[in-house]
């Protein structure tokens, strides 16, 4: 996933990822989405086995 910060207004940033832009009124705020978006994709992920994805559906 590309992610961008970029400031479009005085006092406006948007975070595009890929193609869905998130808008924030502060460098500091587009910055800590950031982080926590980025520390969530690499975030470890378990996989369910397929008999749980069944009971779960």
Known sequence: MKILIKEVAKSQ?????????????????ALAFTRTLEARLCAPHRIPEPSQQRAAG
């Open 13 to 29: 940033w948007q975070v595009r990822l890929d193609q869905h832009v998130v808008t924030f009124r502060s460098e500091a705020e």
